[in-house]
């Protein structure tokens, strides 16, 4: 079995700054795809930030600019950078992880339980 767990939400206010991270653990053959998303109260599950095991990125368009996404492969972790909060951002922020638990197994998606950031004005 594999396990996300995700840190560093919290109160921030607008202007601010957080750092969230993320660490997969357990029967862990390779990741490749790591990321972030969103969901804010009333509102779809949106795309925040997602990296590959290269590095490559990809925003979504309301933190462009503003977010960085980062990954340790050797710790199997992933963090987000959150710079410039607005109090738009609040929501909760769940991480996601592509894994293979076999070498020749099926790579399926795994998520975290989420972490709350609330930005106040």
Known sequence: QVQLVESGGGLVQAGGSLRLS????????SISGMGWFRQAPGKQREL??????????????????????SRDNAKNTVYLQMN??????TAVYYCT????????GAQRDYWGQGTQVTVSS
């Open 22 to 29: 993320c660490a997969a653990s357990g029967s862990i053959f």
């Open 48 to 69: 925040v930030a997602g990296i590959t095991a290269g590095g490559t990125t990809n925003y979504g368009d309301v933190v462009k600019g503003r977010f960085t996404v």
């Open 84 to 89: 410039s909060l607005k109090p738009d951002d």
């Open 97 to 104: 992880a592509a894994v293979k638990t076999q070498r020749w």
